[in-house]
């Protein structure tokens, strides 16, 4: 049963995401920037709800592949397909882009956040085994304290051999899966925090945050956002996005019964429901309109969620009929959600 809740902030960070892709002020651009952690902490929640314990892990890794890649395959086919006939001289038609944007690395830009759903879709079983193994709270968070602090020290330690080749390419997976699993790991018990608990969560993080930005300001006579620090993703830009990530959980009831008061809260349902694919068709709408962030935002958002409302309509009038089980299961899993 999906929780409107974890809907909400999945529909925030959605959002919030487009909305850096627009190219807002800096101080918009720097609010904003707690969007990807946030949906890894929606997923983790909804993780929790969804996880079936009996199914083996081929099977539960093949879903999350058809649910996370085949999506993005067949959209960038479609992209690729669509330049070759409108632009042929396009910058993103040559082998390399193609390649890299299959394997969800550099590309085309924007599908690298596909690898981190997935780096984290590997271990989300055995993180979920842990989370409930360990009951005791100062216990659980120690061991993410120590791995963050470990992690940092690879981070720091890794940074001048991850910018080219081999290096490069052990980073775009090592050095996401691990910050990113950890932030899976504080989603699986944030769902089910008491408000004190998630208080001191906020105040940790705020903490970290603060300090983390005091010794860049010292070390480089500046300010620095935690945009600079984020990829790979370092401890300053884990810890705002933490901190916001648990405002937004402890603000999710008002925010559920406000919505609901309103006419907008089946738009946002559909949007949450619906992310993976309004996600992907915002990409070419964001690559062809230039002009000022905040038209640039509502022409994105609007042509994304339009595109997606026909394809889901269409794919839903297909089912109909399809008697196949099988197969329009997995229509439905990879054309929409």
Not at 41 to 68: D, I, P
Not at 280 to 292: C, F, N, S, Y
Request: proline share 4%.
């Amino acid at each position: 049963m999906r929780d409107d809740r974890i809907d909400i902030l999945r529909f925030i960070g959605l959002a919030m995401i487009i909305l850096a892709h627009v190219d807002p002020p800096a101080l918009l651009f720097q609010l904003r920037n707690f969007d990807v952690p946030l949906m890894i902490v929606v997923s983790a929640m909804s993780f929790r709800v969804s996880y079936q314990k009996r199914e083996s892990y081929l099977t539960y890794f093949w879903k999350r592949f058809k649910r996370l890649v085949l999506p993005v395959w067949f959209f960038l086919t479609v992209y690729f397909l669509a330049l070759f006939a409108i632009d042929p001289e396009n910058t993103d038609l040559n082998a390399h882009t193609i390649l890299t944007s299959y394997t969800l690395l550099e590309g085309i830009g924007y599908v690298w956040i596909i690898r981190v759903f997935l780096l984290v879709a590997i271990v989300s079983p055995l993180l979920f085994h842990w989370h409930q193994n360990i009951a005791d709270n100062c216990k659980y968070y120690g061991v993410l304290t120590v791995s963050f602090i470990a992690y940092e020290g690879l981070r720091y330690f890794a940074l001048p051999y991850i910018q080219a080749g081999s290096g490069e390419l052990i980073a775009s997976a090592l050095l996401y899966l691990i910050p990113y699993s950890l932030i899976f790991a504080i989603g699986l018990r944030m769902a089910q925090a008491k408000e004190k608990q998630l208080h001191v969560m906020a105040l940790t993080s705020a903490g970290i945050f603060v300090l983390a930005g005091l010794i860049l300001l010292l070390s480089h006579g500046g300010w620095l956002p935690t945009q600079a620090l984020k990829y790979p993703p370092s401890i300053y830009y884990l810890s705002y996005a933490v901190l916001i990530s648990s405002l937004l959980w402890m603000s999710s009831d008002f925010l559920n019964r406000f919505l609901t008061s309103t006419k907008v809260k089946p738009l946002v349902m559909f949007i949450a429901a619906n992310s993976i694919w309004i996600y992907l068709w915002h990409i070419p709408v964001i690559k062809a309109v230039h002009t000022h962030f905040l038209l640039k935002y509502l022409i994105a958002f609007t042509v994304a969620v339009s595109v997606t409302y026909v394809q889901v309509r269409a794919v839903s009038y297909l089912l109909k009929h399809i008697h196949h089980a099988e197969l329009r299961k997995n229509i439905k899993m990879i054309f929409t959600g």
